[in-house]
């Protein structure tokens, strides 16, 4: 990882902390997408990444897929939500997961959780 990706990393991680912003109504998304809506510290920033995301991967434009890709196995996490989330984030630049969008790269993980804010 070079410096300007650990910048942009440590950047978008910004938008995630333990203080939970308000989530989302909506009717139509699943319990598990209200609890990791609250991991946004900003969820106008986060639905504007989102959508760009959503730009290169539309086939993820749904609440559910989106839930299932962002916690993996089981769809769900007892626990520590932030902690699996920062996990799986680490795990996505370990495995070159990640997509740049208007030059800041992000993992897939943290791209689905902003796109999930956008639908």
């Not at 626990?79 to 969008?101: M, N």
Request: charge should be positive; include cysteine.
């Amino acid at each position: 990882m070079n410096r300007r990706e650990l910048l942009a990393a440590a950047a978008a991680a910004g938008l995630l902390c333990g203080s939970p912003g308000p989530a989302r109504a909506a009717t139509a998304v699943p319990p598990e997408a209200r609890r990791l809506l609250t991991l946004l510290r900003s969820p106008a920033a986060a639905r504007r990444i989102g959508r760009a995301y959503l730009e290169k991967a539309g086939d993820e434009a749904d609440p559910a897929k989106l839930v299932a890709l962002i916690m993996g196995e089981g769809g769900t996490v007892e626990g520590d939500l932030l902690r699996h989330v920062a996990e799986r984030q680490r795990a996505d630049f370990a495995a070159g997961r990640t997509i740049k969008l208007d030059g800041w790269v992000l993992s897939r993980t943290e791209a689905r959780l902003y796109a999930l804010a956008a639908v």
